[in-house]
């Protein structure tokens, strides 16, 4: 209905009968610069039914093109619009503001639920490292492979990537490598990351060493 009533608004402000750069491309870019933008940035606004609108105008748009989501820096307006408005969403999750029942519908459209798991990189340490020991325990207790078809398999494979370089710049606590050298696997990675160390920083160096040793002071205990 809304979509409808908005290519009528859209016919009626739209000039006939003008060339190419007269008035029916300055009415045209008033159009899509300002009334088109307004209207679609109102289906942000509090309410559930204006909510629902646009979520259906994402999963419309994202199963018309085989899956590819909009782009922010797209020509089309509505793509763009879209984009906005569904990175506000993501941005919302990642806050922890998108209620639970607009996370699971959002989830149901095409490609969201990666998306969605993806935002919730900048969770506190010891929640990422939750994470991780419960996704150990559900595969055979191994550790995530980079190589991996599944999104969150790889992505808790590239946060352990990332504590090695945290270990490598010394800026791994004793508790964050104690609690890492506890999982199955992780104490023999973590004795290759001692061995093989590309940074040339001595301060770096020295801070390592006593993490390390305090870790296995800590491990041994």
């Excluded at 008033?30 to 606004?45: K, T």
């Excluded at 646009?54 to 199963?63: A, F, K, N, Q, T």
């Amino acid at each position: 209905i809304f979509r409808r009533r908005l290519r009528g608004v859209h016919y009626w402000l739209q000039p006939s009968g003008s060339k190419a750069g007269g008035a029916t491309d300055l009415r045209a870019k008033v159009w899509h610069e300002i009334v088109y933008d307004r209207l679609l940035r109102s289906l942000s606004e509090p309410g559930c039914d204006k909510w629902q609108e646009r979520l259906m105008m994402l999963e419309e748009w994202i199963v018309a093109h085989s899956g590819v989501a909009p782009r922010k820096h797209s020509e089309n307006l509505e793509e763009r619009s879209l984009s906005h408005w569904m990175f506000n969403q993501l941005h919302a999750y990642r806050s922890g503001k998108l209620g639970q029942a607009r996370c699971d519908a959002l989830s149901r459209v095409p490609g969201m639920a990666a998306r969605l798991r993806s935002r919730r990189a900048h969770l506190p340490w010891d929640e990422r490292f939750l994470q991780l020991e419960q996704w150990g325990k559900s595969h055979g207790l191994s550790l995530p492979s980079l190589r991996s078809e599944d999104v969150e398999e790889r992505f808790l494979a590239t946060w352990v990537q990332k504590q090695r370089t945290l270990y490598l710049r010394g800026q791994l606590e004793p508790r964050q490598m104690q609690q890492l050298a506890l999982l199955p696997g992780m104490a023999e990675r973590m004795e290759r990351w001692v061995a093989i160390d590309p940074l040339k920083s001595a301060a770096a160096e020295q801070r390592r060493l006593q993490n390390w040793h305090d870790t296995r002071v800590l491990l041994e205990a």
